[in-house]
């Protein structure tokens, strides 16, 4: 069965420096593979998406992500993150029949400034 | 557009009581989601919907929960009876189409606690 893994549970970055959030899927064909973002008290919101072509996805909010089929990841980066990226970003497959999102246990990003 | 649109916000009740969700998904999307977010368990989804038909009820827990949807542009989750382990924020999704390439919008989510 199709499903993804976020190594970090929590991560925290300096204001300015550079993100990378870790996320592994497990699935033989091409997956299709999302980043969401959830703020506090807010739902989520799509960052980017993948399903086949460049493996170089940008995003919304300066994010990006690269799929790498020889690592099994699809990790998200930002080259400078500010205080307001502080959030939970969930990492997401499809299902089989790609009608519906498995989500990871998400990473929590905290920026200290 | 309003987005995805959650009632209540917050919902505090005792364990035996009825207790339901409610949601408002875009104007002119054809599929709705409900998912359910714990610690434990994390983001889960509990049913969907496409063309107010219910496509996948797999993800619902038990008995105790039922979804309807009678209409394109509402939806409910009942939980009857609630118990204390159901507490969790359960959000609304809708999208254009039943593909994971249609973009799920989420609503903000019901928060609930049943003591």
């Known amino acids: 069965a199709q499903s993804v893994t976020q190594p970090d549970i929590h991560i925290t970055v300096s204001e300015g420096a550079s993100l990378e959030l870790r996320c592994n899927y497990s699935?033989?064909?091409?997956?299709?593979l999302f980043w969401y973002v959830q703020s506090p008290g807010q739902g989520l919101q799509l960052l980017l998406k993948?399903?086949?072509?460049?493996?170089l996805v940008q995003g919304i909010k300066g994010f990006e992500a690269e799929f790498k089929r020889s690592q099994s990841s699809f990790n998200l980066r930002k080259p400078s993150v500010h205080w307001s990226d502080a959030a939970e970003y969930f990492c997401?497959?499809?299902?089989?029949?790609?009608?519906?999102?498995?989500f990871g246990k998400g990473t929590t990003l905290s920026v200290s400034s | 557009d309003a987005g995805v649109i959650q009632s209540p916000r917050h919902e505090v009740t005792e364990m035996g009581q009825e207790v339901t969700l409610r949601c408002k998904p875009i104007?002119?999307?054809?599929?709705l989601f409900w998912y359910r977010q714990t610690m434990m368990r994390g983001l889960e989804l509990l049913i969907y919907?496409?063309?107010?038909?219910?496509?996948?009820d797999s993800g619902m827990p038990e008995d105790r929960f039922s979804a309807k949807m009678p209409n394109a542009s509402f939806s409910t989750l009942k939980i009857q009876p609630s118990e204390p382990r159901d507490s969790a924020v359960y959000f609304c999704?809708?999208?254009?189409?039943?593909?994971?390439?249609?973009?799920?919008?989420f609503g903000p989510g019901t928060r609930l606690t049943v003591l």
């Open positions: 999704a809708s999208s254009e189409g039943p593909r994971a390439t249609d973009t799920q919008y």
């Open positions: 699935y033989g064909a091409t997956p299709y």
């Open positions: 993948y399903f086949s072509g460049d493996t």
């Open positions: 997401a497959t499809a299902n089989q029949a790609g009608t519906a999102l498995i």
């Open positions: 104007s002119g999307h054809n599929s």
């Open positions: 919907f496409n063309n107010n038909v219910p496509i996948d």
